[in-house]
């Protein structure tokens, strides 16, 4: 039978994830909460042999993981999945000057799946993802650099994909309301994939496991015969600079016109157990 969990009640709750046994929320002030089955450390606690679970909503001390740094952390999203855990968080100078996105996990990491290049068994710290932390772009339209956040993180049993908030679109003209031409730059939002692979789930196209996040190639064939024949036209190096730019990614939301009406568009993903969907969304 659903219930009130009244440990949280007064709390202005944002976001929830949960895995196999374990959840995760954060609410409107940045503060996060964990509680369920703790036994590889996937609620951000030390492990007790004594109390391998926590059965009420627990408060993480995610300031401490910017101790001594001058700034102020606001956790911005949960992901959950299997016996894997992240936050985002946000930090910020404490004279506004400049926040910083960053990527935490801890848990479960035998396959890969914590991100952080290296298998770890059980990882009760949060311990930094190198590759969706400390991350900065130019905006064109802001005209100023800002941190590159996650959109989302779709967390599977064993493994995962996170979907980058880039900037997906560069436009020339000062006016927003004109049509697109040949001088605006748009592309799509990175997207990159880690952990187990027995199933081929990570799609790289190999079986072995990924223990840092990474992209794949582009399902696109007509792409890749393009890109083909840049290799052959301009030879090797001009053919290695278009493979490392050309790479799979997702579409962001976006208006578009379908069968003659006005529709929100925007490619997902999910990892389930074992198995991955890119799906197109209207």
């Known amino acids: 039978m659903p219930h009130e969990i009244t440990t949280l009640k007064g709390f202005s709750i944002l976001k929830i994830a949960t895995?196999?046994?374990?959840?995760l929320v954060c609410d409107s002030e940045g503060r996060a909460f964990t509680f369920g089955d703790n036994t590889a450390g996937q609620l951000g606690f030390p492990f007790n042999?004594?109390?391998?679970?926590?059965?009420a909503?627990?408060?993480?001390?995610?300031?401490?993981?910017?101790?001594?740094s001058a700034s102020?952390?606001?956790?911005?999203?949960v992901f959950a999945g299997g016996n894997t855990s992240?936050?985002?968080?946000?930090?910020t100078k404490s004279d506004n000057s400049r926040t910083t996105a960053d990527t935490w996990a801890f848990g479960f990491g035998l396959t890969g799946q914590l991100g952080v290049g290296r298998w770890v068994h059980s990882q009760?710290?949060?311990?930094?993802?190198?590759?969706?932390?400390?991350?900065?772009?130019?905006?064109?339209?802001?005209?100023?650099?800002?941190?590159?956040?996650l959109a989302?993180?779709?967390?599977?049993?064993?493994?995962?994909?996170?979907v980058m908030d880039n900037v997906a679109s560069t436009i020339v003209s000062s006016s927003r309301s004109r049509n697109v031409t040949d001088n605006d730059t748009n592309w799509g939002r990175d997207i990159l994939f880690w952990g187990n692979n027995e199933y081929y789930q990570i799609g790289s196209g190999k079986r072995s496991n990924v223990a840092t996040p990474t992209y794949i190639q582009p399902m696109d064939q007509a792409a890749e015969l393009e890109r083909a024949a840049s290799v052959s036209a301009g030879g090797y190096a001009a053919g290695k600079r278009e493979k490392e730019m050309h790479r799979f990614q997702i579409s962001p939301k976006a208006k578009v016109k379908f069968q003659?009406?006005?529709?929100?568009?925007?490619q997902r993903v999910e990892c389930g157990r074992g198995v991955t969907a890119v799906y197109s969304a209207v």
């Open 124 to 149: 009760s710290d949060p311990v930094k993802v190198p590759a969706f932390s400390g991350l900065f772009e130019w905006d064109e339209v802001k005209n100023r650099a800002t941190p590159i956040r």
């Open 72 to 77: 102020q952390a606001r956790v911005s999203n």
């Open 260 to 266: 003659g009406r006005n529709v929100e568009f925007e």
């Open 49 to 55: 042999a004594e109390a391998t679970y926590i059965d």
């Open 19 to 23: 895995g196999d046994y374990h959840s």
């Open 86 to 91: 992240f936050l985002t968080i946000e930090a």
């Open 57 to 68: 909503p627990s408060l993480l001390p995610t300031q401490k993981l910017y101790a001594g």
């Open 152 to 162: 989302t993180i779709s967390v599977g049993t064993t493994h995962a994909a996170a």
